[in-house]
């Protein structure tokens, strides 16, 4: 069966640092994989998908920039956290069907 | 513009007292619509996809149905361990793999 991780669970960091999460997902290849972004009364909003390697698309201008080193990883990156990057993040896989499948989410606070 | 508004925002119901939760949309040409469940500091968990006006699907006290223009996942003799917050998501026609998300519904039961 599929697993997806993604770590660290949380994460608090000062205004102007770096920023980087990780997602791999197990049990299957060539996965379409995707960054989401939940504020607090909000929907989640797509940051990021990929549909293979080194294959990237935006979906929202921001501070923020994607990566897929390995078919089963994605990372999500920052140069400098803003106090509105804030929020909850969360990485979710999708194979055959159009289904995605989250992951267990990265808690990142902005001080 | 594509919209998914989900009501009410919160609702609490007594253990065994049925009720339904509403996922209205806005999209032309819809590819898909999920129903996903979400405990506090995790990520969303799947539980339905309906793709056609008609169709319901069930699982457990959980049945999800579907019209052109909304869904209701109707929630039968609920027992606490249902209390979640409950997203509805759409996605578009063909070659867009982006999932719009409602803001969700808070669903509380008390024993």
């Known amino acids: 069966s599929q697993t997806i991780h993604q770590w660290p669970a949380t994460l608090v960091q000062p205004v102007g640092s770096p920023l980087s999460l990780e997602c791999t997902v197990e049990?299957?290849?060539?996965?379409?994989l995707y960054w989401y972004r939940q504020a607090a009364g909000r929907g989640l909003q797509l940051l990021f998908y990929?549909?293979?390697?080194?294959?990237i698309s935006s979906e929202v201008p921001q501070n923020l920039s994607a990566s897929r080193p390995q078919d089963r990883q994605f990372i999500l990156s920052s140069k400098k956290l803003l106090l509105s990057d804030s929020g909850f993040y969360l990485c979710?896989?999708?194979?055959?069907?159009?289904?995605?499948?989250f992951g267990p989410g990265t808690r990142l606070t902005v001080l | 513009e594509d919209q998914v508004t989900q009501s009410p925002e919160a609702l609490r119901l007594q253990e065994g007292e049925s009720s339904s939760l509403n996922c209205s949309y806005t999209?032309?040409?819809?590819?898909?619509l999920f129903w996903y469940r979400q405990d506090p500091g995790k990520g969303p968990e799947f539980l339905f996809t309906?793709?056609?006006a008609g169709e319901e699907k069930e699982k457990e006290r959980l049945k999800a149905t579907l019209t052109k223009k909304e869904s209701f996942l109707h929630i039968t003799a609920p027992k606490p361990e249902d209390s979640a917050t409950y997203l509805c998501?759409?996605?578009?026609?063909?070659?867009?793999?982006?999932?719009?998300f409602g803001t969700g519904t808070r669903l509380t039961i008390i024993p």
């Open positions: 979710a896989w999708s194979e055959y069907t159009d289904t995605q499948y």
């Open positions: 049990g299957t290849s060539n996965p379409n």
């Open positions: 990929s549909v293979g390697i080194g294959q």
């Open positions: 999209v032309s040409g819809l590819r898909g």
């Open positions: 309906l793709y056609s």
């Open positions: 998501a759409v996605r578009l026609p063909f070659g867009n793999e982006k999932l719009t």
